[in-house]
């Protein structure tokens, strides 16, 4: 079985200052874990994927994600945060054939000026 | 432009009246989900379709229909809508080994 926990509904950052979105998962099976943003009004946009290459994933936008077996986190991060970045951020994670996905309950991002 | 597109973007109903909302996409994908946005919830699966006239259930089928006549379309049925189906629908597709690609969303209310 699939799940994935999002272990903060919120996060407030200062612009400039780095970000942390922090993930973990559960799978039977060796996952595909995205990273996905969605602003108000708007669909989600992909951040970033994970499908058993490099560990350490770099998406849009300055984000980057690692894969880390042991702890089964898959942690979404920037160095520094941009007012642009303030929005809901989901961790999914999908079983071997693709075919569903397992959202996390988001977490929403708040950057202060 | 690749896209998937639902209308309506906003709809409000009442209790027991059919409705539809439709789904395209133009980036000829074989794989195309609904999902359902609650607060506190993140997204939940509703259905799938691998292919023409393939559709399987997801986590949250119940109250819900779909088809899959054409490649390119695949909309949501409520044969009667309720109030807990109100809600933001998501529609995505997908090409082979390629992640999902979302529309802008429905947001649905049930009265």
């Known amino acids: 079985a699939q799940s994935v926990t999002q272990l903060d509904s919120h996060v407030s950052v200062s612009e400039g200052t780095p970000v942390l979105l922090r993930c973990n998962y559960s799978?039977?099976?060796?996952?595909?874990l995205f990273w996905y943003v969605q602003h108000p009004n708007k669909g989600l946009q992909l951040l970033l994927k994970y499908t058993s290459a490099a560990t350490l994933v770099k998406g849009i936008n300055g984000f980057e994600a690692e894969f880390k077996k042991s702890e089964t986190s898959f942690h979404l991060t920037k160095p520094s945060a941009h007012m642009s970045d303030a929005a809901e951020y989901f961790c999914?994670?999908?079983?071997?054939?693709?075919?569903?996905?397992?959202f996390g309950t988001g977490t929403s991002l708040t950057v202060i000026p | 432009e690749a896209q998937v597109t639902q209308n309506p973007r906003y709809l409000i109903t009442v209790t027991g009246k059919k409705l539809t909302v439709t789904c395209s996409q133009n980036m000829n994908h074989e794989y195309m989900s609904w999902y359902r946005q609650d607060p506190g919830l993140g997204l939940r699966q509703i259905y799938y379709?691998?292919?023409?006239?393939?559709?399987d259930k997801g986590d949250v089928p119940e109250g819900y229909k779909v088809s899959r006549k054409e490649k390119r379309n695949f909309p949501l049925i409520l044969e009667s809508p309720s109030p807990n189906q109100t809600s933001l629908y998501f529609c995505?597709?997908?090409?082979?080994?390629?992640?999902?690609?979302f529309g802008n969303g429905t947001r649905l209310t049930v009265t």
């Open positions: 999914v994670v999908s079983e071997p054939t693709g075919n569903q996905f397992y």
């Open positions: 995505a597709s997908r090409g082979n080994s390629s992640p999902l690609h």
């Open positions: 379709s691998m292919n023409v006239e393939v559709t």
């Open positions: 799978s039977s099976y060796s996952p595909s």
